[in-house]
């Protein structure tokens, strides 16, 4: 389930960093696109200009030159016709033979006096008599009935007569928006292409720190000796990996360290203590009436020493989470059943009742010698702390990925200066005659599996230790299977 | 009964063989692991018990290599280490046993019997178990004493059938603890003592004499006569 969870936030950082990445390329190459479109158009403008003034400058010409006479509009009619023709990139003409450019010229007296193109052109006489600025910079002129605008050029001739030529912007304004739908598509496969190099390219190196985040995950307090995977590159991903792997090293030699000395200390002081149990329970064979006493009670107190001694290497090698595990599968409603019924004759002894609440087997992973200690050491507890009549409720319940065991009571909860520091060694109520290790243990047995503590007071009264402790992973249907038939040949 | 003692502390060593042979078993010694397969090789034992901390090497590759030599005799290993080994695990699973010092001498001898009943032919299980009075029906979870029914909890009943398996001799409460309830735990208070106790309460009655009798400072006796 976490390595799931794992998979999808790498994922979705790949996304993120991709996205980021793919809008500032996209920004980029937004800005130089619309740069180029605008270089092309202006371009474009600048040579309709200069065609439209050389244009206008021979009309005018021809114009002035041309004798008045009855053919005086033909001929300049024919060389503005002729003119039109030539038009600088122009497309095939649609419907009417020419629409994209016209000639007029108008008299000093305001009366159009010829008129080349499409229609009348009485229509168009206010529009182009509008335009008062006559210079060499063509500008642009809304025709009515024209959507798309006519680039006009003027010029007054010597007579007070004025000739205007007008090229319709249509060819350049398709000519551009073809240029902007090529570029816009091209930005697009662009930008994509950008997309999926740097979000395959992030996945495949998020990858790799996925793959040694679940090696790094795997090696727990069991194995250390498992490594991170080494990517042969030598870049930062395998940089981090061998960075862990050193690190690794290192926390391995400590934990062995630490292994050599409890495990030196445990065998110098057992063989001792074997050594003079033995003898005690030789004598003590021997031993008769009043002398049996005294051995008696060492006997006793040895056997309190050893376990003493467990429990505090257990606590320090825990604290250090260095406590080795022998794992297998462990049903917790089963073990606190027996549990249960292990300590009940002794609490009803005391006057104090035990109810369990469980809704059926939990299955933990789990080393079953220390969580049948560790439940022995909860129910000691309870048993040496509790005044009689009391009542200890304990519930197990199965979450998600935790298993969760609560032990209430309704005793005199815990100590307000103790609580705090409840799971540290050698804390302990003022009133305990224990050694103070108890709780520590539970706490150190807990951590080691992975699972928490917590211990507080009931509001109504009454102490309330909550522990929780990861599940086992679930069996896949076909192994559970598989192994079924093995496990119930044993019972 | 032969048995082979690998122990290199002198003092435990010393005592572990009286007490063994006063239970009645022919005790060879070896204070190192050299001297151990030099003796396992000349004579045939019919039980060992292994230290795993010895001088020479390690108590495991002593056993190991005894087994490759053809040894098929059971080992009864003594730790003093802290974790059970996983060839410790391995070997436990191929028939041997382990128990971590200190020990009581009682659970020793009991788990050196468990052995050697392991590794002899299967007897026929008995159905019913006798203790002088007291009678125990197997099949149908019945104790009965001087004819009388005792009505005993299932738990009970196997705690008696536990004693009444061992007559006659010691078991401590951390065997009573491992046997009836399957657990390998030191409690600080006196659970074991308070089953006892009701258990008694059961099956002497008024009148009868107590069957089952406390050894202080060692555990419990279920007298056989």
Same mark, same amino acid.
């Given at each position: ?12 950082a ?15 190459t ?12 202006? +371009? ?24 008045? +006479? ?5 001929? $300049?009619?024919?060389?503005?016709e002729?003119?039109t023709?030539?038009?600088? /990139? ?9 629409d ?78 073809n ?6 598509i091209?930005w697009l496969l662009?930008v ?33 000796t ?9 870049d930062? $991903?395998?940089?981090?990996a ?50 049996? =006493?005294?051995?008696v ?16 290497l257990?606590?320090? =090698? ?7 595990l022998?794992?297998?599968? $462990? ?9 249960i *019924? ?7 002894e005391?006057g ?11 299955k933990?992973?789990?080393?079953a010698a ?5 439940a022995a050491?909860?129910?000691?507890n ?38 705090? /520091? ?10 305990? +005659? ?8 539970v706490d150190?047995?807990a ?45 | ?18 007490s ?11 204070? *190192? ?5 030099r #003796? ?6 019919d ?8 001088? *020479? ?10 087994r ?5 005799a059971?080992?009864?290993? #003594? ?17 041997d ?10 659970? #020793?001898?009991?788990r ?10 299967a ?7 006798? @203790? ?16 009388r $029914?005792?009505?005993l ?12 398996? +061992?007559a ?8 009573i603890l ?12 006196? @659970?074991?003592?308070?089953?006892i106790?009701?258990?008694?309460g ?24």
């Amino acid at each position: 389930m976490s390595s799931e969870t794992g998979k999808r936030r790498i994922h979705s950082a790949a996304w993120r960093i991709s996205l980021r990445a793919t809008f500032a390329f996209a920004c980029g190459t937004l800005i130089l696109f619309v740069y180029l479109q605008h270089f092309i158009a202006s +371009n474009i403008q600048r040579r309709s200009d200069a065609w439209l003034s050389g244009e206008i400058e021979t009309l005018g010409h021809v114009a002035e030159e041309t004798p008045r +006479n009855a053919f005086y509009e033909r001929v $300049v009619g024919e060389v503005a016709e002729l003119a039109t023709r030539e038009v600088p /990139h122009r497309f095939k003409p649609t419907g009417n033979a020419n629409d994209s450019v016209f000639f007029a010229q108008i008299g000093s007296d305001g009366a159009l006096k010829l008129w080349v193109g499409v229609g009348s052109g009485t229509a168009d006489l206010s529009a182009i008599k509008a335009i008062r600025i006559v210079s060499d910079r063509p500008t642009d002129l809304r025709l009515p009935g024209f959507a798309i605008p006519f680039r006009v050029a003027s010029l007054r001739l010597k007579d007070g007569n004025h000739v205007y030529l007008g090229l319709s912007e249509r060819d350049d304004l398709r000519l551009l928006s073809n240029l902007r739908l090529r570029f816009f598509i091209l930005w697009l496969l662009l930008v994509m292409l950008g997309f999926g190099m740097v979000f395959f390219s992030t996945r495949r190196m998020l990858g790799h720190v996925r793959k040694i985040t679940e090696a790094a995950s795997r090696i727990g307090h069991s194995d250390l000796t498992a490594r991170v995977p080494i990517i042969r590159r030598n870049d930062e $991903v395998s940089h981090l990996a061998l960075t862990l792997n050193n690190m690794l090293d290192r926390i391995e030699r400590s934990m062995h360290q630490l292994h050599t000395i409890t495990d030196a200390l445990a065998h110098d002081l057992r063989s001792p203590l074997t050594a003079i149990r033995g003898k005690l329970e030789s004598s003590l064979s021997t031993a008769d009436g009043d002398q049996a =006493e005294p051995i008696v009670s060492a006997i006793e107190e040895l056997d309190r020493l050893t376990e003493f001694l467990n429990k505090s290497l257990d606590v320090a =090698e825990a604290k250090a989470d260095a406590l080795r595990l022998t794992r297998s599968e $462990v049903d917790l409603d089963e073990l606190l059943r027996a549990m249960i *019924d292990l300590y009940e004759p002794s609490m009803s002894e005391k006057g104090l009742k035990v109810r369990m609440r469980s809704a059926g087997a939990v299955k933990v992973f789990a080393d079953a010698a220390l969580l049948h200690r560790m439940a022995a050491n909860l129910l000691d507890n309870e048993l040496k702390h509790l005044p009689s009549t009391c009542t200890i409720d304990i519930e197990l319940l199965s979450g998600e990925d935790a298993a969760s065991l609560i032990l209430e009571d309704d005793g005199p909860g815990f100590d307000s200066e103790v609580l705090p /520091h409840l799971f540290e060694r050698r804390v302990k109520g003022r009133k305990s +005659n224990g050694h103070g290790l108890g709780l520590a243990f539970v706490d150190a047995v807990a951590r080691a599996h992975g699972g928490t503590v917590a211990a507080s007071n009931r509001e109504s009264g009454g102490a309330r230790i909550a522990i929780t402790l990861p599940l086992a992973p679930k069996v896949p249907a076909g192994a559970l299977a598989a192994t079924a038939p093995g496990s119930n040949s044993f019972h | 009964m032969r048995l082979l003692l690998v122990e290199d502390e002198i003092d435990i060593q010393s005592f572990l063989r009286r007490s063994l042979e006063e239970t009645g078993y022919e005790v060879e010694v070896a204070g *190192d692991g050299k001297t151990a397969e030099r #003796l396992a090789i000349d004579t045939p034992f019919d039980i060992l018990i292994v230290d795993l901390g010895l001088p *020479d090497q390690d108590g495991i590759s002593l056993i190991l290599r005894l087994r490759q030599l053809g040894l098929s005799a059971p080992v009864l290993i #003594l730790s003093a280490r802290r974790s059970v080994d996983d060839r410790v695990r391995g070997l436990e699973q191929g028939g041997d046993d382990y128990l971590t010092k200190p020990f009581a001498l009682a659970e #020793l001898l009991a788990r050196l019997r468990n052995l050697l009943k392991r590794n002899s032919p299967a007897t026929k299980e008995p159905t019913r178990l006798h @203790v002088q009075d007291l009678e125990l029906d197997l099949l149908r979870r019945e104790a009965m004493r001087g004819g009388r $029914v005792l009505q005993l909890t299932q738990q009970e009943f196997v705690l008696l059938e536990y004693l009444c398996r +061992n007559a006659g001799r010691v078991v401590t409460r951390s065997m009573i603890l491992d046997e009836v309830w399957g657990m390998r735990i030191q409690p600080d208070t006196n @659970v074991v003592d308070v089953h006892i106790y009701r258990l008694r309460g059961k099956v002497d009655g008024a009148g009868q004499q107590p069957l089952i009798r406390t050894m202080r400072g060692v555990g419990y006796v279920l007298r056989d006569r």
